[in-house]
């Protein structure tokens, strides 16, 4: 069974840091694309970031490239997201997610979910 866990979500001040983790167990991921999606209140869930798990491929949203970053580690099986330079606008709940085959900014893609672990930015 497939588990993600997020963590490392929080209220920081804009132009601040935070660095999420999720820890993903009951597979074996190395063939994955794992991403990461987020949610403002009212809005569509939004992709942020992906990557195979391999490393081969990474990608951004427009809006975050250059301030975010994933990345892995593979003997703790956990994918990263590092978020400098926060705005109030990238408040949001944020989903970690892995995809069985095609990854890519499409939610449809991804087979598995995390609970989610919630970023407030202040302004």
């Known amino acids: 069974q497939v588990q993600l866990v997020e963590s490392g979500g929080g209220l920081v001040q804009a132009g601040g840091s935070l660095r999420l983790s999720c820890a993903a167990s009951g597979r074996t991921f190395s063939t994955y694309v794992m991403g990461w999606f987020r949610q403002a209140p009212g809005k569509e869930r939004d992709f942020v970031a992906g990557m195979r798990w391999s490393g081969s491929t990474i990608y951004y949203a427009d809006s975050v490239k250059g301030r975010f970053t994933i990345s892995r580690d593979n003997a703790k099986n956990t994918v990263y997201l590092q978020m400098n330079s926060l705005k109030p606008e990238d408040t949001a709940v944020y989903y970690c997610?892995?995809?069985?085959?095609?990854?890519?900014?499409?939610?449809?893609?991804?087979?598995?979910w995390g609970q989610g672990t919630q970023v407030t930015v202040s302004s």
């Open positions: 997610a892995a995809a069985r085959r095609v990854g890519g900014p499409e939610k449809s893609n991804y087979d598995y």
